[in-house]
């Protein structure tokens, strides 16, 4: 089987991307959708999703023939010996993952299979799918067939980077042929430092969960302890760098704020707590992460409701709609909760976002008003809530906010702000984990700037 060929079915984020890099690094790429106007629009360099930097390499790699684009299954399959799934796996209502789009995939490739090919599964899929979905395969042609599991851990917003300059490389395999074939595939991407991690596919199909679980777990952790801080009078940002020094423990994903959100986190939580609970096991630790995480954005909601005591009749001003900086997605934003709550309490809400705009029509509706930039949503407005931490809202023109505003009122959900900073504008300012009334005290505790660039 030759790995320098190698086609992709699905064209989502992690499909699309997956398939770009591969191009870039060299490979001949072969990307599959059934979706006739989203292959078209690929070919003229229209990307379905907001991703820095992928737009430019999908059209480089497509002008220069490393990159293909066809709705055309057994064609790819007999140009390839290659073939990665990788199509969506959502949540359905119990918490259990929808596998309908991998079953659909399989059942495409079996019609096609006939003769000896590698089927990478790179959906996130509980463990024991590959291994079913093989069988299936089995059951509708007598082809030789291997199968591997191969995750991805690409953040949105870095997912160019981050699938060129991996920390780790997972394949799950049955057998070392298929090993040292994904071995070569990958080769340039591994080093000392990023290390390709040949197991089972069980444990491939687990570290995929255990991964998301733990960052997700330690957002939870930080924002319960940001709630403890408000109450008794300390503050969070002290408290995150004083355990973030410690090597143990490290600073990565201790960052206070209205929780998580995405395609991922979320999602695969609930799909943990699901299968685990089939077997028998309670999993409580991840029960409390994700009830931690919805409880952000309703106490979010009823600080803005406690400030003003009611917000009948209040216009609210929206910072940020995707669920994170640098990407265009609202799946499971903690956004999309806040204006259900707000606008239930009777508020009037302007929101503006730098790419999220004609996403969030889709989600939210036409149930608030979208502006055109980021002063347009504070026109009028009795506060400025802060939702997601785009670059563009951390130097805003203080002088001019001000004056859009009918009371200079801030509600920082990301902690990007320095509270005495914020007192000495002039603003009213609430965040996750530091009482308002540490703002006045902080001023003289020079030993507590970190130099973390807060404004």
């Known amino acids: 089987m030759n790995p320098s060929k190698i086609a992709i079915l699905g064209t989502g984020y992690v499909g699309l991307v997956a398939g770009a890099c591969f191009a870039e690094n060299g490979r001949e790429v072969t990307c599959i959708d059934n979706d006739e106007a989203k292959i078209e629009a690929l070919k003229t360099g229209q990307i379905p999703f907001y991703e820095p930097g992928l737009a430019d390499l999908v059209t480089k790699n497509w002008k220069n023939g490393r990159l293909r684009f066809t709705t055309d299954t057994a064609e790819a399959m ?26 659909s995939a ?6 096609g299979l006939d003769r000896e090919m590698l089927i990478v599964f790179k959906s996130t899929v509980p463990v024991g799918t590959t291994l079913r979905m093989k069988e299936r395969l089995r059951s509708v042609s007598t082809a030789s067939l291997h199968v591997a599991f191969n995750p991805e851990f690409l953040r949105q917003g870095s997912a160019v980077n981050d699938f060129m300059n991996p920390d780790r490389t997972i394949i799950g395999v049955e057998d070392q042929s298929v090993a040292e074939l994904l071995e070569e595939l990958y080769m340039s ?53 004083g355990i973030g020094f410690d090597k143990r423990i490290g600073t990565q994903f201790l960052n206070p704020g209205i929780g998580f959100g995405g395609s991922c986190f979320p999602k695969d939580l609930k799909s943990v707590v699901h299968v685990a609970g089939e077997q028998g096991e309670p999993m409580p630790l991840l029960r409390a ?47 999309v909760d806040i204006v259900r709550m707000l606008l239930e309490k009777g508020a009037k809400v302007r929101a503006y976002d730098p ?31 802060l939702v997601t931490e785009w670059s563009e809202f951390r130097t805003p023109d203080w002088g001019r906010l001000a004056e859009l505003l009918k009371s200079p009122v801030f509600f920082d959900g990301r902690n990007i702000f320095k509270p005495e900073n914020m007192i000495r504008r002039g603003f009213t300012y609430y965040s996750i984990g530091r009482p308002p009334r540490l703002a006045e005290s902080s001023r003289n505790l020079s030993s507590v700037d970190f130099k973390k660039g807060k404004g």
């Open 78 to 103: 007999r140009d390839n010996d290659i073939l990665f799934i990788a199509v969506g796996t959502p949540t359905g209502e119990d918490g259990s993952t929808d596998l309908s789009q991998i079953e």
């Open 106 to 111: 399989v059942e495409a490739v079996g019609r």
């Open 189 to 241: 991407f591994v080093s000392p430092q990023a290390p390709l991690i040949v197991c089972d596919i069980a444990s491939a199909e687990m570290t995929k969960y255990a991964a998301n679980s733990m960052l997700a777990t330690k957002i939870s952790f930080i924002n319960d302890f940001a709630n403890l801080c408000q109450s008794v009078g300390a503050d969070i940002e002290v408290v995150r760098h």
């Open 289 to 335: 992460v994700l009830e931690i995480n919805q409880r952000m954005r309703s106490q979010f909601v009823k600080t803005v409701e406690n400030h003003f005591g009611s917000l009948e009749g209040r216009t609210l001003a929206m910072w940020g709609l995707s669920f994170k900086p640098n990407s265009d997605d609202l799946r499971e934003a903690p956004s």
């Open 355 to 385: 790419k999220a705009m004609e996403r969030a029509r889709q989600v939210i509706g036409e149930g608030i008003v979208y502006c055109k930039d980021a002063y347009g949503a504070c026109e009028d407005a009795d506060a400025v809530l």
